[in-house]
């Protein structure tokens, strides 16, 4: 089971609370884990990544095991923290400015 944290914002978007778990079949990267998550959750379909592109959105953020992963490739497998549900994958909404 994998988990995941969603930024507030996105919680709300999706009706749910705390964590979400998701069952995603192996190898576990980040595309299979937003796949299922979208799938699960349509209305998030194009909030994390770009639905033409599939790629992550500007100040949307990815971290697992204290590591940030944004700019790994998307088909590169999670850590094993993470598909064993030992850790969550953290999807985070950056912020700029100043």
Avoid: W
């Avoid at 930024?7 to 576990?28: I, Q, T, Y």
């Avoid at 595309?31 to 100040?59: C, K, M, N, S, W």
Wanted: charged share 25%; proline share 8%.
């Amino acid at each position: 089971m994998i988990r995941v944290v969603l930024p507030a914002h996105l919680k709300n978007l999706a009706k749910v609370s705390g964590e979400v778990r998701l069952e995603v079949a192996a190898p576990v990267t980040q595309r299979r884990v937003l796949d299922v998550l979208e799938a699960r959750y349509p209305v998030l379909g194009g909030t994390i990544r770009r639905r033409d592109t599939g790629q992550r959105r500007p100040f949307v953020r990815f971290y697992a095991c204290a590591e940030d992963l944004s700019n790994d490739s998307p088909d590169e497998p999670l850590p094993d923290a993470v598909v064993s549900g030992t850790e969550p994958f953290l999807v985070i909404g950056a912020m700029a400015g100043g």
